[in-house]
């Protein structure tokens, strides 16, 4: 049984997506934002860097949109301009 368990866990490790690093410092960032100006926004650290990575992976369609929404991220002085970027 605990066999069985540790070879589970193995390969629920192995099929996790990597956590890219760009994406763990943008939504970060958007958290921060979102603590500072008291936004009602639901958001949830863990699920944006979990589903940024994942559509970043997507370099057909997706990895673009990621690209630009850090730059919008990165290029805005104030946490309000922060959450406006799409």
Known sequence: MRSLLLALAALLAACTEPRS?????LCKREAECIEETASKMAFDEK??????????QDVTVNAAKV????????????????????
């Open 21 to 25: 690093p760009v994406c763990k410092e």
């Open 47 to 56: 699920e944006c860097v979990a589903a940024c990575s994942a559509l970043e």
């Open 67 to 86: 690209q630009r929404h850090v730059d919008c991220v990165k290029k805005q002085p104030t946490c309000a301009a922060v959450l406006e970027c799409k």
